[in-house]
């Protein structure tokens, strides 16, 4: 049970000027007992400071109140570096204000750029931004005046134009959440509404000398998790955190339902239909494009509607992923 410690423990091991990874989506797979422990630290005793925050996709409700707006502390946060940013304001006002250096790029790409920092390759070639707000040309995701480091280039190959998005030479802690973990800190999510970056996370960070936390629901004996729900190896765990019950829920709506990590399938006419308002009637146009047996990628937002009004028109052979 070495690598068992406390949230207090955890947050301690965060030194000033960091750069710290944190895993979650919404309220999914979020370490709130580790980072809610890193806020009560710096709200004590001013550390860490100047801490370089960097996610995929965050974590919050679009309130003030919940999520990753708890490291939205002017001197704990020296820059951010996210995907998706429409959830966290109380992080947004400081950007808004220059007290943060902050990018916006694209979530996907943040996501394979973990993978290109664990595998140590030269970060993500892609014409993924070409032309667009993160194109050093234009703002380079850039978010306000103080943010001036480019993180993206542009470059030439075969005569074609690329974005290269740089990877980051250290990572020095990275924080995720798993349900349970055994002694050795192999980690299984079968709780979990989805597994998110975590893997990837934990790769990109101990290939860069960093360390990893994980919080679980429960650390059990060696040996009594099924391998195939492991999907952290240990070796890759540094250090474990048992969350409480009220900083383990699987979403902020419910602790657990077992729908949304598939040990169930809820028949299909058992979802509540969408009501009848604008929102609805866009979704609506959408789904006539769809075809039978199409297979979908849906993102946030919108296209979760797209998804309930193909199953009230009774759309078949659909596959959607989100």
Known sequence: MAKVITPEEAAGLIKDGDRVVISGFIGMCF???????????????GHPKDIDLFFPTNVGDGTDKLGMNHLAHEGLLRSVVGGHWNLIPAIQKLVTENKVQAYNLPI?????????????????????????????????????????????????????????YKPFKKIHVGIIRGTYADENGNLSMEKEAAFLEALAMAEAVKNTGG???????????????NPKDVKVPGILVDYIVKGTPANSWQTYLDP??????????????????????????????????LTPNAII??????????????NEEGLQGLKMTV
């Open 211 to 225: 360390i990893v936390i994980a919080q679980v629901e429960d650390v059990v004996q060696n040996g009594t998790l």
């Open 256 to 289: 657990y339902k077992p729908e949304y990590s598939g040990q169930i399938k809820k028949p299909l006419n058992a979802l509540e239909p969408m009501p009848l308002n604008a929102r609805k009637v866009v979704c609506r146009r959408a789904a006539m494009e």
């Open 297 to 310: 990628n849906l993102g946030i937002g919108m296209p979760e509607g797209v998804a309930n009004v193909g």
């Open 108 to 164: 996907g790409t943040l996501a394979q750029l973990l993978r290109e920092i664990a595998a140590k390759r030269p970060g993500v070639i892609t014409k993924i931004g070409l032309n667009t707000f993160v194109d050093p040309r234009l703002q380079g995701g850039k978010m306000n005046e103080i943010t001036k480091e480019d993180l993206v280039e542009v470059m030439e190959i075969d005569g074609e134009e690329y974005l290269r």
């Open 31 to 45: 370490p709130q007992e580790v980072v809610y422990a890193v806020e009560d630290r710096f709200l004590k005793d």
